[in-house]
């Protein structure tokens, strides 16, 4: 498979485990019960999240004039909006880009379209994974957040480490290659 549509590939498998695990919970799991004990504080608890990250801007509408705005809507085409850049973003610029950082996009783009598709079909996104140690008791979340904040980890990782970029070259890069007789832009001197 090219280098190019292989985190396409890994976003689309990830968004089909979240739409089937959220199905599976939906199904199976009394809304607002913790239902399943999992270990090491994990349980699956069926809630569900009209709003962003941490249940922000739950149940919040805006009334513009006549028109009634409903923030789920709103976040639903935002995370549309993210997909379809990201999808571009690595048709385009991913052979050039680490593993890292490609493997970092690719886990937002799972995120982004995973709770995309509960947002604008359902109304509301679909959480099961709760953790809780103690007093400690972190806000229940799905397949699509986890893949969201694991990709963004990923991605300040890859700011950070220094990674061997993709072999692949551009293609005006190949074409001067294979002219020795001109002189290398001024930003290749010396390399």
Same mark, same amino acid.
């Given at each position: ?49 009209? !709003? &962003?990250?941490?249940?922000? =801007?739950?149940? /919040? ?7 009634? $705005? %409903?923030?789920? #809507? ?36 799972? !995120? &982004?379209?995973?709770?995309? =598709?509960?947002? /604008? ?7 099961? $994974? %709760?953790?809780? #140690? ?58």
């Amino acid at each position: 498979m090219p280098r190019r549509w292989t985190p396409l590939a890994t976003a689309a498998g990830l968004v089909v485990v979240d739409q089937l695990t959220k199905a599976w919970v939906a199904a199976n799991v009394p809304l607002g019960v913790r239902d399943v004990t999992l270990g090491l504080g994990f349980h699956l608890t069926h809630t569900r999240n009209t !709003g &962003a990250a941490f249940g922000l =801007l739950r149940d /919040l509408n805006w009334v513009v004039g006549p028109v009634l $705005i %409903d923030a789920t #809507v709103v976040l639903g085409l935002l995370n549309l909006v993210v997909s379809v850049a990201l999808v571009a973003y690595l048709l385009v610029r991913g052979p050039y880009l680490s593993s890292l950082t490609r493997g970092a996009a690719a886990l937002i783009l799972a !995120g &982004a379209f995973g709770n995309m =598709l509960d947002r /604008l079909r359902l109304g509301y996104v679909v959480d099961f $994974i %709760d953790f809780q #140690v103690g007093w400690f008791d972190f806000a229940v979340f799905n397949v699509a957040d986890a893949c969201i904040v694991i990709g963004a980890a990923l991605l300040v990782l890859s700011g950070l480490v220094r990674e061997p970029r993709a072999s692949a070259k551009r293609p005006d890069d190949q074409a001067s290659a294979n002219r020795p007789d001109e002189a290398p832009p001024p930003d290749q001197v010396g390399r």
